[in-house]
């Protein structure tokens, strides 16, 4: 992931975790609109001024020095353009700037002809020129002065190629003091006597002067040549570093350290199968080569330093081009320590396996390392590229790229850092409608961290805690309680992306991103089994499934509970995004009805009792054949033996309850007997008491006792009742018809045939007729009766009977009787 920002019409891109931001870009476009400006070097001083020196064309008087010096805010303070009395190529190629803020520069300037002379240039500190000197080496030809140093009183030294002759150039350095006068030149020619030239220059604390460039040395090519000369020019010692396929050597940077040990940097060629590749060397102060490092890419071609640096320790940062296999060319930087014992080393290769380089390295006050140069990017050519590197592993904290506006070609070439961690880098960028421009940006290093991307539920919030300056603005505000403070409480009502940026006391001003994602709450439903009002003793199960955790206020963690009683029952429910919400149900319980089946029972065998239940709108009784309705409350009940009777009653909720009733049957009595005394006309039965006689069918009033006075014509039986109110069935039957009746002679009845087969007439005296005929067996038992209404003559048949005597009983309307015997064969 990037943050890609759009700053004062440039792209600036940088890494994530990137520590980097553009204060500010300035850039210089000459006098022509579309013309090129080029850049040669930077210096950046104690109070953050910063001069850039380069060439500029000019469609006068062609490329013409121009010197810029811009304020810490980026403010130009001061442009000086130089153009050489030739009106022609004039071109920087150093500058340095001493401890009171003058400015020296250094290249070469047109003059007329052939000649081009060293150009050097003082400038004060407001931008006033205050000298220039020209340096011809006498055969009015091309003398290019490549490097300028300041020592500590002033004076200025300058180094390059002064061309000797049509074929041959030496190294020339040249001394002026202060006010610009030409203190000495010191002349060195290799044993080729061709083509030499100087291209780095140092003083130390002494005011040594020492030079790096090549010298064409007789059968050897180019070699690295280092010299040292005193503060009065003359040589102390001169070293030459030639490879040993005795090819080429070409240095490229130099530097020394508190010991006065020299590194210098360069490539040579080491035969066609490696191709180029990078030389560093190290130098005592005596001049004795100590140590020596090659370099060689994994592709075996041209491998080229470009700068060199020391840190505090003594570690030696070499930085330049690679081939490696499979790009074009990479951004490579080498770590050495004193002795250039590799420690580490990055090859940075852009999208695509296309063209990159490190041009200059810086190091700052806490050893960290910044690598400045360009990186090709397929859609905008090459862009700057600035890598920040952790000095003890070699990886990259940051990287950024600057395309400029054409969206073309761009190259950055220099690099400093101040003491307060500011990154400087200067160099080419095309603009649109601009060509070439010089184009300085600032990078101050400050990160700002929004923290880590929040969840929160709908409704919740969440602390957010950046970190970075000193002063913060959050946008949108929406959410925020505040948006000025770095720990503001954010409560957004849906998923929100915040802006912060922090500012520190330096201007710096940096800005990162969280996003708060909003997760919807849980919507718990609690399903229930079944209805939620129901009777006691039923339940009902609520189940609230589908999510991550349950808490109900039972106590239960379950996802579903089963309830018996009444109340309110609520789940809160956890989903996967830790996000919670609550819902409840009502449970109803109604009680069950009080159903009593009634009083226990108590009757006799063969009769019924009610049963009353009570306490329910519905019954149903368990089935039972002696019941009489079983879905009533108050059936017949008609047992033959002791019984339980279960009933269920069902209130108007729908809830039912039981109970229970016994009935205890108890048997009859034993029929009581039954005997007719006609001595006295009493009826006698076996029981003392208890007792109740009917005559025809009807119980005689306090006719309770063992024995009863008959004193009336009729049937007589006695019913027997036992302690539990049981009555026994009828006794015999006693008819008694003689009760105040004259008895008549047998002459008066006639019965024929007689003996019978059972079929017989009975005829009475016509002066009677017949009120009642009955027809008793040998037993008492009356087989036979009528009452035919007065008649005299019955027809009889007692065919069904069995064959004996029968006694023929005749009661007349005139209160008269008569008894005859019978016989059936």
């Known amino acids: 992931m990037r943050k890609l920002l759009l700053f004062s019409g440039f792209l600036l891109s940088v890494s994530v975790s ?12 000459g006098a022509g609109t579309n013309t090129p400006e080029i850049v040669a070097d930077m210096y950046v001083d104690a109070s953050g001024n910063i001069y850039v020196t380069g060439s500029a064309y000019n469609a006068i008087s062609g490329y013409d020095i121009v010197t810029v010096k811009y304020n810490n805010a980026g403010v130009a303070q001061w442009t000086q353009t130089f153009n050489g009395s030739g009106n022609g190529l004039d071109e920087a190629r150093a500058l340095a700037v001493d401890a009171s803020g003058n400015v020296y520069v250094t290249g070469y300037a047109f003059r007329s002809g052939s000649n081009y002379d060293y150009t050097t240039i003082k400038y004060n500190s407001a931008g006033t020129q205050q000298w220039q000197q020209y340096y011809d080496a006498g055969a009015s030809l091309f003398d ?51 083509l030499d030239q100087g291209t780095i220059v140092l003083t130390d604390a002494s005011g040594n002067v020492y030079v790096a460039g090549n010298a064409f040395n007789t059968g050897q090519d180019l070699n690295y040549r280092v010299i040292k000369y005193n503060s009065a020019g003359t040589q102390q010692w001169t070293v030459q570093y030639n490879h040993t396929l005795n ?15 020299l590194y210098v940097t360069g490539y040579a060629y080491n035969g066609a199968a490696s191709d180029d590749d990078v030389h560093t060397i190290k130098i005592n102060s005596s001049g004795t080569i100590t140590n020596t490092v090659i370099f060689n890419g994994t592709a075996n071609a041209a491998d080229v330093s470009n700068a060199i640096k020391l840190d505090a320790s003594g570690n030696v940062y070499v930085v330049g081009r690679a081939k490696n296999t499979g790009t074009a060319e990479d951004f490579w930087v080498a770590k050495y320590n004193s002795t250039l014992g590799l420690i580490w080393t990055d090859s940075y290769n852009g999208i695509g396996g296309n063209y990159d380089e490190a041009s200059d390295v810086a190091i700052d006050n806490s050893g960290n390392v910044y690598v400045t140069g360009y990186s090709y990017l397929p859609g905008s050519n090459n862009d700057f590229m600035t890598i920040k590197y952790d000095p003890a592993t070699g990886s990259r904290v940051w990287s950024t790229r600057f395309n400029g ?68 603005s959050w946008t949108p505000s929406t959410g925020l309680s505040a948006s000025n403070i770095s720990n503001p409480l954010a409560n ?24 708060v994602v909003v997760n919807t709450l849980p919507g718990p439903v609690i399903t229930p089994s079944g209805p939620t009002t129901f009777c006691v003793g039923d339940s009902v199960t609520l189940n609230a499934s589908g999510f991550a955790a349950y808490s109900w206020n039972t106590g239960s963690s379950n996802a579903s509970i089963t309830v018996y009683t009444a109340g309110t029952y609520t789940v809160t429910v956890t989903d996967a995004m830790m996000c919670n919400n609550s819902t409840n ?71 039912s309850n039981y109970d229970s009733v016994f009935v205890n049957v108890n048997p009859l009595p034993t029929t009581p007997t039954n005997t007719f005394v006609q001595a006295n006309y009493t009826c006698v039965t076996n029981n003392t008491s208890g007792n109740q006689w009917y005559l025809n069918g009807v119980a005689i009033p306090g006719a309770t006792g063992q024995v009863l006075n008959v004193t009336a014509n009729g049937e ?5 009742s036992d302690a539990n109110g049981c009555m026994s069935a009828n006794s015999d039957t006693v008819t008694v018809l003689d009760v105040s009746v004259e008895e008549l002679g047998l002459e008066h009845l006639t019965i024929y045939p007689n003996p019978n087969n059972g079929m017989f007439t009975v005829e009475i005296n016509a002066s009677y007729s ?53 016989i059936k064969n």
């Open 492 to 515: 957004p009502s849906s998923t929100t992306t915040y802006f912060v940026s922090s500012t520190d006391g330096n201007g710096c001003t940096d800005l990162d991103t969280i996003q």
């Open 144 to 194: 290019d002065a490549r490097d300028i140093a300041v020592d500590a009183s002033g004076n200025v030294i300058v180094t390059g190629s002064a061309n000797v002759s049509t074929s041959n150039t030496n190294i020339r350095t040249v001394k002026y003091n202060s006010a610009g006068t030409q203190q000495w030149v010191a002349d060195f020619t290799s044993s080729g006597n061709n």
């Open 405 to 472: 506006t054409a969206n073309n070609s761009d190259q950055a070439k220099k690099i400093n850092v101040d003491a307060a961690g500011n990154v400087y880098v200067s160099g080419d960028s095309k603009g649109s409608g601009t060509g070439t421009d010089y184009s300085t940006i600032k990078y101050c290093q400050l990160t700002t961290n929004a923290g880590s991307d929040q969840q929160i539920c709908s409704g919740g919030s969440v602390q957010l805690n950046a970190t970075g300056g000193t002063t913060w």
């Open 18 to 29: 990137a520590q980097i931001n553009v204060q500010w870009e300035s850039r210089y476009n």
């Open 716 to 720: 007589y039986w006695v019913v027997y």
């Open 770 to 822: 017949i009120q009642q005929m009955d027809v008793i067996n040998v037993l008492g038992d009356v087989v036979y009766t009528i009452s035919p209404n007065g008649k005299s003559s019955i027809q009889v048949d007692l065919k069904n009977q069995n064959s004996g005597i029968y006694f023929v009983r005749i009661l007349t309307k005139e209160n008269k009787y008569i008894t005859r015997r019978v």
């Open 247 to 261: 090819s080429y050597e070409y240095p490229t940077d130099m530097v020394m350290d508190a010991s006065g040990n």
């Open 585 to 655: 149900i009502s449970v109803s319980v109604n009680s069950l009805p009080s159903v009593d089946a009634g009083t226990a029972a108590d009757f006799c065998i063969g009769n019924s009792t009610p049963l009353n239940a009570s306490g329910a709108v519905s019954y149903v009784w368990d089935a039972n054949p002696a019941l009489s309705n079983t879905s009533i409350a108050n059936p017949q009940a008609s047992p033959t033996a002791d019984t339980w009777f279960y009933v269920t009653g069902t209130d108007a909720n729908g809830c």
